[in-house]
T-cell receptor
Framework: NAGVTQTPKFQVLKTGQSMTLQCAQDMNHEYMSWYRQDPGMGLRLIHY???????DQGEVPNGYNVSRSTTEDFPLRLLSAAPSQTSVYFC?????????????FGSGTRLTVV | AQRVTQPEKLLSVFKGAPVELKCNYSYSGSPELFWYVQYSRQRLQLLLRHISRESIKGFTADLNKGETSFHLKKPFAQEEDSAMYYC???????????FGKGTTLSVSS
């Protein structure tokens, strides 16, 4: 049981490049989320999903796309990277039902856009 | 509006001193609240859930609905407690967490 796995751990992009941050979980969790973590801002929700085929926007969705074709995977796509997207990105998941179990987090992807 | 406020960016204490990390929330109804801890450049780990009323690593947190608070407390801080602490609220739809901006706890000897 690996939990929530994020790849890559580190990435440097040039402005305008696109890339996909991968997130996979092996706990059969229906709920998954993407957050970005910036100094002094805490964690802000980018997109979330409540099951395969169902996604929705969070607080800061601009510049990012998501899809959820399987329960296990929830990739985050940067369409045209900008320096403002330099951040640490975390993926998280939880089972359905009440939220008492909290979310399990991945180890993060540290992205730098130059 | 659903919101979590952590008023302190940084809390510095000496080893053995009591610790209280403040968290206030705004929510209609019965909130589901959590404390997460992040050690240096690592993933967030669930520390406490208000519903379970547990004590983890000596930390406790009590939900006070009258004051809309969920402060994290520990009677005697240890150096290994130094970390970033986030208070989080499950949103009304139950679909995601809303985080405060975090408090860095620094424990020195």
């Amino acid at each position: 049981n690996a939990g929530v796995t994020q790849t890559p751990k580190f990435q440097v992009l040039k402005t305008g490049q696109s890339m996909t941050l991968q997130c996979a979980q092996d706990m059969n969790h229906e709920y998954m989320s993407w957050y970005r973590q910036d100094p002094g801002m805490g964690l802000r929700l980018i997109h979330y999903s409540v099951g395969a085929g169902i996604t929705d926007q969070g607080e800061v969705p601009n510049g990012y796309n998501v899809s959820r074709s399987t329960t296990e995977d929830f990739p985050l796509r940067l369409l045209s990277a900008a320096p403002s997207q330099t951040s640490v990105y975390f993926c998280a998941s939880r089972p359905t039902g009440t939220g008492i179990y909290g979310y399990t987090f991945g180890s993060g992807t540290r992205l730098t856009v130059v | 509006a659903q919101r979590v406020t952590q008023p302190e960016k940084l809390l510095s204490v000496f080893k053995g001193a009591p610790v209280e990390l403040k968290c206030n929330y705004s929510y209609s109804g019965s909130p589901e609240l959590f404390w997460y801890v992040q050690y240096s450049r690592q993933r967030l780990q669930l520390l406490l859930r208000h519903i379970s009323r547990e004590s983890i690593k000596g930390f406790t947190a009590d939900l006070n609905k009258g004051e809309t608070s969920f402060h994290l407390k520990k009677p005697f801080a240890q150096e290994e407690d130094s970390a970033m602490y986030y208070c989080a609220l499950l949103n009304q739809a139950g679909t995601a967490l809303i985080f405060g901006k975090g408090t860095t706890l620094s424990v020195s000897s």
